[in-house]
């Protein structure tokens, strides 16, 4: 079996598969300050609880925006899975072309997104992943990465907008029944829910609009793709798995090397 570790911002995501069949995912919070130890004897715990014991784990791979956590989860691979586990990060063969000024600022997440959609739906593309931050990334028709757009994160802009007022409280980030709202919490549902719904649908379009191609296919991801995806045309496909599934991938192109 085979393990795959995106460690974003906010939550540490985790795949277990077994040739290509997925056996296990799940999220952990993203704790910057908890030791290897801590984190292996969390996934020990969750492996065991699912019937998977650390001996079944024979390789993994580990994508991450978070650089103090890397020598972390690094060594709790090795102590607790008996495996070095790739890295993906400049070397590592990804078969994607990235037309942008500076290779290196792209980020691990947006790289395997990239990939597994590509692999997945075909080019052109649009991948929108509603994370943290809320990227879009842009595919012209060769399947190469052309650059994209970085907006603020749903939940980000929730938390941002709670604290820094004495009134509003926190809410579910969920669909009100209207876009009018007849109290305070579904007031902030609406702003949020149909605020990034028209932020999605006018980037999108600006994008095909530049790339000069209607055709373009549109793929997100992400924690609150589906909520907005329930408001908007524009997005032609939700797929929770794309960033898991393209580690596996990215794992058994490398695995070969090493």
């Given at each position: 079996m085979i393990i795959c570790m995106?460690?974003?911002?906010?939550?540490?995501?985790?795949?277990?598969f077994d040739g290509d069949e997925l056996k296990l995912s799940f999220r952990v919070a993203t704790e910057h300050k908890k030791t290897s130890d801590e984190y292996g004897g969390q996934l020990i715990t969750i492996l065991g609880n699912n019937g998977i014991g650390a001996a079944d784990i024979v390789g993994g791979i580990i994508s991450s925006v978070v650089p103090?956590?890397?020598?972390?989860?690094?060594?709790?691979c090795r102590t607790y899975l008996k495996i070095?586990?790739?890295?993906?990060?400049?070397?590592?063969?990804t078969g994607l072309n990235l037309r942008v000024d500076n290779a290196k600022e792209v980020g691990a997440d947006r790289v395997v997104n990239n990939v597994s959609a590509v692999r997945k739906y075909g080019a052109p593309l649009i991948i929108i992943d509603f994370g943290t931050a809320t990227t879009f990334n842009v595919i012209d028709k060769r399947g190469e990465f052309i650059g994209g757009v970085i907006a603020p994160g749903i939940k980000?802009?929730?938390?941002?907008?709670?604290?820094?007022t004495a009134k509003l409280p926190r809410v579910e980030i969920e669909r009100p029944a209207s876009v009018i709202g007849?109290?305070?919490v579904t007031n902030?549902?609406?702003?949020?829910v149909f605020g990034?719904?028209?932020l999605v649908e006018y980037i999108v379009k600006k994008i095909k609009r530049e790339m000069k191609c209607e055709e373009v296919k549109t793929v997100a991801t992400g924690g609150f793709s589906e909520v907005i995806a329930k408001e908007i045309s524009c997005i032609d496909y939700v797929d929770k798995l794309l960033t898991l599934e393209g580690l596996k991938y990215l794992y058994d192109l490398n695995s070969t090397e090493v």
């Open positions: 995106d460690v974003g911002n906010t939550n540490i995501k985790y795949a277990v103090q956590l890397d020598y972390t989860l690094e060594r709790m070095n586990p790739l890295m993906l990060a400049p070397g590592l063969k980000g802009s929730l938390d941002s907008l709670v604290n820094g007849k109290n305070t902030m549902q609406s702003g949020i990034f719904s028209g």
